[in-house]
């Protein structure tokens, strides 16, 4: 079987050049890197950890990390997937941490139970004395959210890295250290979780967007 | 005669979104892109899946994205500055440290090989001093013994311990 050839990075992505300039201590460079990354790895963060003060904590150790790491860096794949595995494990040592921290709220993730409660409770609240009334952006941002909240880590970052960065399933099978079937397996998983929590809010035209015909599911699965 | 299509009622919906997500992702083979665009024409309630995967991706649009924040670049690089200057002096730490152990070690080995040099001398030394103590009698009177050729009759003289004798009253 003939082996493909390996892309050189160098020549394929500026952010890799300028990883390399961090390597001989261009402090240019790396404050470079972090204007470009730093908004993109908050909001990753934000949706997955929750709180924003704890978002910009959480990149910024991103950002120390390869900045420590940066002797050792050696060009074998995009700048974005390395800077983002490194997030990945950020991230799940956070959620580790939250995870024993954490006091038993209403619904919980690892149980795969609708946010349908808060979700409810969002629309009517937003509604109020006119059930017919679209949700305002804000509204919306927050509906999606709360359905986001209802997926499990995995697909959650997943999911995020695949709207949010356009990443290939490759780079994230990459970046999660998981294979590309695993990978098409959460994202779809994701995806349907999604669709079944909005569905219903979609249908009511709570949400922007046609009314389907067919009713959700009413239980979001959370394997992988 | 109606082409043998995926149904969605007997597919594991599992297996049908997954093949739906890819194709959205344009993650599929060419042939497999063609076979579920096939699919999709022939199957209303597989259209209507793909319309709502689609229409909850598009959702996440409302998720706002935080902007740029010339405050938090500039406390990132402050960080990484503090990182960078606590590594340097642990280095320098490490090396005085180490500095200080190589001095060390030196300045022990130069006393071991002095006392043992001083040690080793007197060892030597001490030997023939005694040599020269047991030999003073005879030194002391050389001038009365050297007539004597006979070896055999000094040694009788000193066996007797005459000569012994004589040095306890010199000292």
Known sequence: ?224 | MKQEQPDYQDKQEHGFDEELVAYLDGELSQDNAARVEDALSENAEYRLRLKQLQQAWDLMDELPQSAMDESFTKSTVELVVVSAESEVMATVSRWKTWRIGVWAVSLAAVFVVAWGGSALVNSVSGRDNQQLLNDLPLVQEIDVYDPIDNMEFLRELDASGVFAEELGDEI
């Open chain 1, 1 to 224: 079987m003939q082996e493909q050839p390996v892309p050189n990075y160098e020549d394929l992505d500026p952010d890799v050049r300028l990883m390399l300039q961090v390597r001989e201590d261009n402090a240019a460079a790396f404050e470079e890197l972090v204007m470009r990354y730093q908004s993109r790895l908050i909001s990753l963060f934000r949706y997955l950890i929750r709180g924003r003060d704890q978002s910009e904590d959480l990149a910024q150790e991103v950002f120390l990390r390869i900045y420590r790491a940066r002797k050792r860096y050696v060009p074998g794949a995009r700048f974005s997937t390395w800077l983002f595995k490194i997030a990945h494990n950020v991230a799940n040592n956070a959620l580790r941490s939250a995870s024993r921290r954490r006091e038993v709220n209403i619904v919980s993730r690892s149980s795969g139970a609708l946010p349908s409660f808060s979700l409810d409770a969002l629309a009517q609240a937003a509604s109020g004395l006119m059930p017919t009334r679209q949700l305002d952006t804000a509204e919306r941002a927050e509906m999606v959210r709360v359905a986001m909240d209802a997926l499990n880590d995995r697909q959650r970052m997943a999911l995020l890295l695949s709207k949010f960065e356009g990443m290939t399933y490759a780079d994230i099978a990459e970046t999660m250290d998981l294979s590309t079937a695993a990978i098409k397996s959460l994202l779809s998983r994701a995806r349907g979780n999604l669709r079944d929590i909005l569905e219903p809010y979609i249908e009511k035209g709570v949400l922007a967007g046609e009314a389907g015909t067919q009713p959700g599911k009413t239980q979001v699965d959370n394997r992988d």
